[in-house]
Every structure is written in structure tokens, then in C-alpha cells.
């Protein structure tokens, strides 16, 4: 074998392996994840520590780190995948249309929820605070967003001493704003147990496309120092709307898939991600499918397929629903980079159809000879990367999510 058919197959066995993890970023790729940001204390001047990144000593939800010292018991290792494993396992469904469960996908259905979590402040670890609000992507103006900081001791709220609070918008990336918005300061209220507060982003006068609103705040609370914090939001308002949903729906059997199609008004031409979650007759998550493409004015709907063996093997009760519809069109030149559209707050139900009207068939991807064949040879030679099982079983931690008020 040549040198560069080698490294030909050694690339293709790369990208293979990254089905469970890259595959699946790009499927199921939430255009809901904020950026990593920078916070910084202000009572020890500490900055560059990425928001919701562990500190020394800590592991990612704020908690220590068990000690590996001498005689400390070796941790066991996970059950591992190889890479021709993960790639058997994940490719039976396409990458646009495949199950969903409350379990694994979560992010998906909640697709708006933030992901902050309390952590303890740097002057007293035993007080936490929680700096967070009630979704990530903000758009239009019709409802305000609710911000919050709770502050505890032990599970005791404690009011803070709000220093500070402002809210600013920021475009660093593409068209100048006709008139740049000044920041607002925020005024925030004690309700008993949390502070709050509620922010119209019309408040910042008239913005012509999508931007990014970062809050920030420095407050202090009894015996001990000064802690700040931020959050961010993308805000697309209502008169940048780049496409919506019309209502329309229409649904066909094709080559053992049932697809629907669903009615959009395109107002600019782009490259849009457009998300569907299907549920079912008990109310339960089934599947979602995407589509990921260009369109135009003159289109009038996109096609929403969902793969027969997804709904096969899902086991599920029609007739389906529509849970969840969403979309967005991507900014190449602009950050943020999601021009959002509306959500589509309906829903629409399909036929009672049979389980066996749908194929049971897997997915037939063009490249998986080659691909198996790559895995194999690198396995082979020791070259292989494997990737832990539970990574494929389980939803992100309960802890990284923001509690609700009636957690």
C-alpha cells in the first residue's frame, strides 16, 4: 500500500470515528450553545476563567476532585467503543433524522434552556451563586427576558448587595447599526428568595439585525467579598426575522419514510437549519429530523424526513405530532451567527398510520465499505481511538442545567 493511500485511509478512519462524537455534533448540533466566555472576580482580580469551567481542584460542577494520592483506589476504566464499533452503532439511522428520548436528548427538546450552574463564590466557598435566565435565544420582543442571581449558604438563600448591573448590546461582527444602543442599568428586585429582573430588549431603541446582549453584574453579600458575573443572549428582533413558518403542513410516505413538509415564507435567501421533533399519541418523544440547506423566496416549504427505521424501532403510538419546529439562517459574515426565525407554536398531527407502513430497513450510507474497511486496517495497526459507551447513553448532568424556580 502507498504512503498516500495510507494517509488517505487514515483520514477517512478519523472522520469515521468521529461519527459518534463529530457525527453527532453536527446532527444534533444545537444552535442553542453559548460561546465560551471570560469571567472575572473582582475581589481576587482573577481573569481568562472560561464560564462554567472547572477550577483547580474542582471537577465541572464545582465539587472537589477525588484525591489520586498514594493508596488511593485506581479508578475503573468505562467500557470503551472502538471506532468501528461507534460508527455500526450510529449509522443505522442518517444523521438528519434519528430518535428521540427525553434521556439523551434533552438539549433538543429544551432546545432554549440554559446550561449556567451554581458555583461558589471565590472569597467564601461555602456561599454559592447562580447567575442565569430563562432562555439563551431571545427573539423578537414580545416577551421580556427574566434574569436572575440566587445567592446561598447551605441551601439558605441569602440576599445580595446588587454593586452593579448593566445590560449592553454588542455587534462586533458585520453591518454597523444605524445608531448604537447605549447600555441600560439594570435594577434588580428581591422576591424572598432570588433577585430578578425583567429586560424588554426594545428598551435598547431600534436594532436591524441579529446581535448579542451580554448582562453583567458585581454584587456582594454578608461576610464576604465582591463576586461579578455575565450572561449572554442572542437577539434577533422581530423586523430581522429572515424566513417563518406559514402553518401549512403536508405529509407522504416515501421509500418507507414518512416526510413532512412544512410551509415557510422566506424573506431572505441564506443557508438555513430548520429542527423538527416529532412526539406521539401519549405524548412521548419519537424522533426529529433536519434539514440543512439553501433557500430562496420563491420556496415555499422544506422537507422534513423521518427515517422509517427510526419510527420502526421507536415502538411508538400514532398518530405523531409536531413537538418542536425551529429554524434559523446562518450568518457567515456576522456574529452571533443564527439570524433566528420564529418558532412554530402549533402543531400539526400526522395519520394513524401502522408501525409496518414504515421500513425497517438501516440506513444505506454510500461510503460505509470504505469506511469499514479504513476502521479495520487502523484497528489493526493499533492506531484505533475508542470512545467511553456511556457517551452514547446518557443526557448531559442535571447539574450543568438551570434549576428551575420549583426545583
Known sequence: MSADTHRRRLWIALAAVGVGGVLLWWVLGDTGTPDTELVEDVT?????????????????????????????????????????????????????????????????????????????????????????????????????VESFLDVRRGGTALRPRIVRATAEVRADRGPPLATAPQPIELAYTWNGERMEHSLDPAAFGPIERTVRIRMDIQFGFEGGGTQRDHINFTYTPTTAQPARF????????????????????????????????LWDAEDEPVAWSRYKGGLEPTDTEVRLPFFGKVLRDSGSTPPW?????????????????????????????????????????????????????????????GMGVSTPAVSFETAPEPALRTPTPED
Open 44 to 144: 481576587f482580580g482573577v481573569g481568562a476563567i472560561p464560564e462554567g469551567s472547572a477550577r483547580d481542584g474542582e471537577d465541572s460542577v464545582g465539587g472537589r476532585v477525588p484525591d489520586m494520592g498514594p493508596g488511593a483506589a485506581p479508578r475503573e476504566r468505562p467500557e470503551q467503543l472502538s471506532g468501528l464499533e461507534v460508527y455500526l452503532r450510529e449509522s443505522v439511522y442518517p444523521p438528519t433524522s434519528r430518535p428521540l428520548t427525553h434521556e439523551s436528548h434533552s438539549d433538543i427538546i429544551d432546545w432554549n434552556l440554559r446550561a449556567e450552574y451554581a458555583r461558589p463564590t471565590q472569597s467564601d466557598p461555602t456561599v454559592t451563586f447562580l447567575y442565569s435566565a430563562d432562555r439563551y435565544f431571545v427573539i423578537g420582543s414580545e416577551q421580556p
Open 246 to 277: 406559514t402553518g401549512a403542513f403536508r405529509e407522504e410516505v416515501e421509500e418507507g419514510s414518512l416526510v413532512l413538509y412544512a410551509g415557510v415564507e422566506v424573506v431572505q435567501a441564506g443557508w438555513y437549519n430548520i429542527d423538527c421533533n
Open 321 to 381: 405530532h409536531i413537538g418542536e419546529l425551529r429554524g434559523a439562517r446562518y450568518l457567515e459574515e456576522s456574529s452571533p451567527g443564527e439570524q433566528m426565525m420564529v418558532p412554530f407554536d402549533g402543531t400539526y398531527t400526522t395519520r394513524a398510520y401502522e408501525l409496518e407502513t414504515f421500513s425497517e430497513e438501516p440506513y444505506d450510507d454510500p461510503r460505509r465499505d470504505l469506511i469499514v474497511e479504513a476502521l479495520r486496517e487502523e484497528a489493526a495497526s
